[in-house]
């Protein structure tokens, strides 16, 4: 299996996507902690560092990018500052950021994580600040976005959908979507963040195990629990070819042409963060998808990539090397 996995990591390369969704600037403010204040019982941290990345939807198009494919971005940011770093920043990954739309009505969505310097292998997060609108964006923005799309989706072997609440992923949009889809024959997956109505009859979907088990308002522990889910799933979003169930350190569990199977995930022993995982999981899903590899193939491959990331703090993109070196056992 694993010779066959790693064969089939060259495949993923050279492969073009378009990645709609909800596109956010993280930025990450790191501090020493040097005192406690004299005003309130919290540390003081001085500054040492300010850095900036791409991400919610803007992240499995790094991905997409980073394992060697060609990624374009669609989405929405506010005319503000910054929402043309996050432009620059998509720009210098190599990522054609062409389809972002900037709107005067809605603030470019910003995460600010403060971090704590403490010594350790990776700074500490001690609170996370949020500038966001959740408001749905408008008729005009859906219009100007389907339009773009409608002209790139000959040059596209698959979209991406990645829905981080937002407002960008409205169902009229979803629904356009997947009708281009449908006329152009271009694989359609999506990472769908729990709201599982809005992605019927799409080709692909992924969501995490809370997501499943609040949705179908039932826990979920055993295999066959999982697998009786995932086909739940399946069936009744119309979904026509797989739905995948991430179950963390459990692997993940497909349900494809009536049936059912369990992809184990690598063993990891220095876990850190799992911000990032699904990102990465729903970019080499739909990477090896396109590469036409059995579904269970690019869930294993799916599975070994997260496996990378979690190593690490913040957003990580795993390489096509590490890729490799990952299912060898040498990471």
């Known amino acids: 299996m694993s010779t066959l996995l790693k064969s089939q990591v060259a495949s993923l390369a050279n492969r073009s996507v378009l990645v709609i969704g909800d596109v956010i600037l993280d930025e990450y403010i790191t501090g020493r902690v040097t005192r406690v204040s004299r005003e309130a ?33 669609l989405g929405v940011v506010g005319e503000d500052a910054p929402g043309e770093k996050l432009k620059r920043i998509l720009a210098e990954q190599g990522i054609d950021a062409s389809g972002i739309i900037s709107c005067v009505d809605r603030p470019t969505t910003v995460k600010t994580r403060i971090l ?19 408001r749905p964006i408008n008729d005009e923005a859906e219009t100007l976005l389907v339009d773009f799309a409608s002209k790139r989706l000959g040059d596209a072997d698959a979209v991406l959908l990645s829905h981080y609440h937002g407002g960008l992923l409205r169902p009229s949009l979803v629904h356009r979507i997947r009708d281009l889809c449908a006329a152009f024959g271009v694989l359609l997956t999506a990472d769908v963040q729990g709201n599982f109505d809005t992605f019927s009859r799409l080709d692909v979907i992924k969501c995490n195990a809370d997501d499943a088990q609040r949705y ?15 086909l739940q799933l399946h069936d009744h979003l ?14 993940a569990t497909l349900a494809a042409n009536g049936d059912t199977m369990h992809c184990p995930a690598p063993s990891v022993s220095d876990v ?10 729903i970019a080499t899903l739909t990477l090896a998808l396109v590469a036409d590899l059995a579904v269970s193939d690019a869930v ?5 990539a997260s ?24 990471l």
């Open 41 to 73: 019982p919290v540390p003081v941290l001085e500054l040492e560092s300010k850095r900036h990345i791409a991400g919610g939807a803007a992240n499995p198009a790094a991905n997409i990018v980073s394992l060697g494919g060609r990624a374009t971005q």
């Open 116 to 134: 704590a310097q403490m010594g350790l292998r990776f700074p500490q997060q001690v609170t996370r600040i949020d500038t966001v609108t959740r």
């Open 216 to 230: 179908l308002n039932r826990d979920l522990a055993t295999d066959d629990e999982f697998s009786e889910a995932a």
């Open 238 to 251: 119309g979904i026509r070819r797989a739905t995948i169930i991430t179950r963390g350190a459990r692997g």
């Open 272 to 281: 850190f963060d799992t911000v990032g995982a699904g990102d990465t999981a």
């Open 300 to 304: 294993m491959l799916a599975n070994y």
């Open 307 to 330: 496996g990378i990331v979690v190593r690490y703090f913040g957003n990580y993109t795993p390489t096509s090397a590490e890729l490799v070196s990952s299912i060898d056992g040498e």
